[in-house]
Every structure is written in C-alpha cells, then in structure tokens.
DNA sequence: TTGAAAGCGCTAACAC
DNA sequence: GTGTTAGCGCTTTCAA
C-alpha cells in the first residue's frame, strides 16, 4: 500500500508538504497543491487512518454500542447516529452487545482501544458499578435508555411514563375500563416505567388494573404471541378485558396475531396498542395505534453531546416529543358499533 | 490515557515484555507475567488499537458497507457478520452507503484508509467501473448481492431466479392464472431476475403474464400501497387478477394493507406472496407466505471468504439454500372456499 | 527470558 | 511556503 512518502516522491515535495494539502491546509503553493493531488490520483492514495489517529491522539471516530443490530430499533438509532456524525466531519463505529454482559464490555473496551472520541451507548447487562468505571474513564460517553446515578447528565432516556400515560389516557376516553398489560420480561427500568404511566392514567380516572391481567413475556413477537395466549385463558377464567396495552410494538404485533387466529376481531373486540412505532406498526392489519418517541432526535443529541464533551464543551439534556399515533387496532366504545 | 510505557514502569520491565504479555506470548516468565498483569488491572490499561495496527500493519478488524442499518434486511445481516468475525478473532466495523454513490464510496474509503484485512460490500449505486477498481484494489473485498464481472468468484448472490420461480410453482399450484407483480423501482439485477423467475415457472405452464399487471415502486411499504392502487384501478379496468407477487415484503405488506382497505380480503378475494422472510412478514394479517433465503449463510461465508483471502486462501462460493415459507396470505383456488 | 531500539505512516513544531 | 525531524504507542528483531 502506498504511503505519504511514495506521494512526496512523485511529487517531489516533502512528506509534510503532502500531509499539508491532503488535509486541506492553506500555506501551500498552488503548484505544490497540484503536483500531489496528481500524484495521489496516479497512486490512488488514501491517508493511514490508524497513523492519523496515532499521530493525531484523536480518531476523529464516534463509537455506537447497541444490543443488536437485527433489531430495526436500534438499526434506526445507527443511521441516525451515523448521519449525525458525519456531519461533524466524524466517522461512526458501530459494535453489539447481544445482550450479554460479556460481549457488551467487549464492545466498550473495542472502542476505548480505538480512541474513539466519543461513545454512545445502549448497554443493558453490565452492572452499575462497571458502568460507572466507564463512565469516568471515558468522559466523553454517553448513555442510551439507561439511567446511572451519578452520571445522569449524560444520560439519555424517553419519558416511558409520559409515553405510557398518553396510552392510558387514550384507551380510557375510548371507553375501555378493562385493560390487560403485556410487559417485558427483561428487567429493565422501561418496562416499570410504561406500566406505571398506564396506571397512572388508570388512577386518575378511579380505575383500578385487574393485577391477573399483567403478563410479562420477552418482548418479542413470540412473546406477544404466548402473552395473548395466556390472556384468552384468564379471560375464559371470568378475567375480562377490552384493550391490551402492549410495552411494544413487537409484543402488540404478536398479540394480534394469537386474537386474530383465536377468532377475536381486532379492534371490534378487543383493542390492541404498541409502543415504539416502528415500522411494523403501520404493517399490521389493521395498522396499530402506537406511541411514537424521536430516535432520530435522540441519536442527534446523543452525538451531539458526545462530541460537546469531547471538546469540553457541555449541551443541556433536553426534552423528547413524545406522543400517541392513532391507527386503526383501538376501538371506541362509547360509539355503537 | 496510560500507555505500555507506564504498565512497564510500573511492572518494573520493559515494554517488550509487556507486549509479549498482553499478546499472550509464551515466552514470558511467570513472575513477569504476573507483575504486568497487575499493572495493567491498576491502571485499567487496553493496548491501543491504532498503534497496533500501525506497528502489525494489520488491524483485525473486518469492514462491512451496507446501504442503510434501518432496513432490518442489513442489519440482520451485519448480526451475522459481527458473530464471524469475532469467531476468527476479528472485530467488526460498519458504515452505511446510503443508496448514495459518494456516500457508498467514502464508505468503502473509510474502511480502506482503517487497512480492514477484509471487506464485505453491500454497493448497488457505484458504477462498475469505480467498483472494479476498487476490487483489484482491495483483494479481500467480497461483494453482496451484486455480480460484477471478472469478479464473479467474490460475489455472493442469492439465486432470485430459482427463488421466485417457487414462487411462480406455488401461485399455479393453487390455481392461479392471472397474477400481477409488484417489482421494485431500483434498477438492479435482483427486480428483473424475480420477475424472470416468475415468468418462467409461468411459461412452462403454458401461462402468459398480462405485462400491464407489472408495477413498479420504490421498494417500501408505502410503493407497495402505491402499487396496489394502480392495481386496483387496472382491476376495474378489466386487468383481472387472482394473485399479487411482490418483489419484497416490504411491497407485499403495502399491497396487502391497500388491498385490505379498498376491501379485498386476503387471500379469500386476492393472494399475495412477498420475498426476503422479514420479521415482518410474520406480522401481517394474514401472515404473509414469502420466500426464504439464508442472511445468516451469506454473512458467514461473506466473512470466512474474505479471511480466507486475507490468508491468501481460497473459499469456494456454494449454493444457498432458498424455500418458500407458507403462511397464510396465498388461497388455493382448487379448492371450494 | 529479557531489553534496546528500529520502524509502522502520519502530524506538527521548528528552522529556513 | 517548504523541508527536517521528533514522536504518537505499539511490535519485533537482534543481542545479551
């Protein structure tokens, strides 16, 4: 592979001189600027990124650690991540974590050896006391869907109660007073957070939540698909319910699915309801009523304030949009059908 | 950020030593061993990425370009190809092309300025020109789902031909004579070598395709609900149709949800089959019957091939395995409703 | 088994 | 404007 010095020579300059055009400084003669664009041309000449960084002590690299990239969740994250980066002139570097606490310090440690300049990530397994390590190792990462104590300015979240507290809202002025909650299995903050806003909405309406009707499954089609499953059971039991509340769009989708093959009509009824909007949500039949949150703002911010950090500088969390998209799988009671 | 320097001070050896250590070179005394081990836990140390690569001239890591991580398409792809990479020891670095040419090329720029002992590239707008270069260029770039020629031995594709032709083998089985298809806008090889398989299994059953049946739309949700209208209208026009084949599920779930809002039931009034086996398209109502290819076969061998020729080794390609998933979205007309 | 030192490709301070 | 050169953090050869 060619170096700086092949370039130097066929343009018979010095190294420094190349180094000088080919990272667009200006104290450069014309006819020295041109003689190594030529000679870079014929030699088809890109500079060593690892030296750059090297010499550098900056990659000019953003670091992106998601659970799984299969999930269109957080594939979404990335290329909202990448196209931020990009246009502070930084490249993006993209790791998983497969849920799994190993392959997540894998990640990080990847990245810190990079000499990324900045880290966004989405880890779910390390520990807090881990975590933390590597939040004061590298102060220029930042945190997704995750709250540490002690670091919660770099810590970026959506309002899952507000979220969820909008679907409450929703499905009670529908008329729904019975309402059924397919949660996640996993044991993260999200999940808490979502049922806490729909039985806040609940509560202020002097509704109380049948406890039975809480299921909690891995949030996955499969899951939504066991979830419904066991909520036609309890409803056969004498537990009644108009609505399923869904943590997200997966379980909601596998959700329809189970009612639909059990003879249910969706929403005449029984209502169902995501959360995420993902694109599924708009596949499904009928389309599901969803919360919509802003991955692409909070991809943004995320970069942003990595970046902001890394020049020392600091950017103020900010509040997500978060809000309701009625679709077609919420019936309205109060209207005759 | 500490270097092998002060892991040596502190380990009281030289920084040869430490090197040998942390590579896991059995020519270290256990004493030595031991002191630099604990020197590296006291200082939280990693080796530095950039410098190694500089001084390996190898980076261990693989590159990967897809066009976009939001179609869940590549990103179950780039799942599989972090999985083995890490088997081998490599790491794995993604960057996104965008359906853009001057993005796919700083991509693929990107990665070869990181000297990635290999490179798997999703590229379909760089012309075959600039792509050959960069294949002569660059010995251990494998190329996904494109064939560019004198390279064929480093494109890995699946055989669309083979795979709508099941397709075609299907929709006839179960009666169907007029059967309208939904190709994609892009012009790549994959639109026409689906519709050519279709044709195919059609031709050899003496069927002849109404050719104003054949729509093309951007290869989205919202093409295919496109899609489906001018379907619609050509319907009433006297354009009759049983089945409806689509390049992609994306454009079947568009067609299906189109279809069920004008009011054709699926499959009782119109069939549709999608292509690729997406999550989604066991999301759809009915779930949808589509063709299913091997993301995580091609990702694997994709990475294997490309080591292989890092290693000045040889893979050769073989045969993917294609197969039509039956679900729910394709009546047979054979038999009474 | 160990250490000294050259060198990987580049940047940037300094001298001209 | 331009060239010389030290040095970024690491690996590896060579000598001890």
Redesign the pocket.
């Known amino acids: ?8 020579q066929i343009a ?9 055009v ?2 667009g400084s ?4 014309d ?3 041109e003689a190594v664009l030529k000679a870079q041309k014929e030699l088809d ?4 990124a ?3 960084a ?4 900056d990659s000019e690299t953003i670091g992106v650690v998601v659970s799984d990239l299969s999930d269109p969740y957080f594939g979404l994250m990335v290329k909202y991540c990448e196209n931020a980066a990009r246009q502070s002139g930084n490249s993006l570097i993209v790791t998983q974590g497969f849920h799994d606490e190993q392959r997540e310090i894998m990640a990080i440690d990847n990245l810190i050896s990079r000499n990324c300049r900045g880290m966004i990530v989405h880890a779910l397994r390390i520990d807090d006391e881990k975590l933390s390590h590597y939040m004061q190792k590298v102060p220029t990462m930042i945190l997704i869907n995750r709250t540490l104590k002690g670091f919660e300015e770099r810590c970026l979240n959506i309002d899952n109660v507000s979220g969820y507290y909008l679907v409450g809202q929703e499905l009670i002025k529908k008329g729904h007073k019975k309402i059924a909650f397919v949660g996640s299995s996993h044991t993260i903050a999200d999940a808490a957070e979502r049922l806490e806003g729909l039985k806040k909405a609940l509560l202020e309406n002097d509704i109380k939540m049948d406890e039975s009707l809480i299921v909690l499954r891995e949030p996955y089609l499969e899951g939504g698909f066991d979830a419904a499953s066991e909520l036609i059971e309890k409803m056969q039991q004498g537990h009644k319910f108009t609505a399923v509340a869904c943590y997200n769009d997966y379980l909601a989708a596998g959700t329809m699915a189970r009612l639909t093959e059990a003879g249910y009509k969706i929403p005449e009824d029984i209502s169902v309801v995501g959360f995420d909007d993902l694109y599924l949500a708009r596949c499904t039949n009928p389309p599901l009523t969803t919360v919509h949150h802003p991955v692409d703002q909070i991809a943004c911010l995320a970069i942003e304030m990595s970046i902001a950090l890394f020049k020392q500088k600091h950017i103020k969390k900010n509040h997500f949009d978060i809000s309701l998209v009625q679709r077609k799988s919420v019936r309205d009671l109060s209207v005759a059908n």
């Open positions: 592979m060619a170096t700086i010095r092949d370039v130097a018979n300059v010095s190294v420094a001189t190349v180094s000088r080919l990272n200006s104290k450069v003669s006819k020295a600027r000449f890109v500079l060593n690892n030296a750059r090297l010499a550098h002590q």
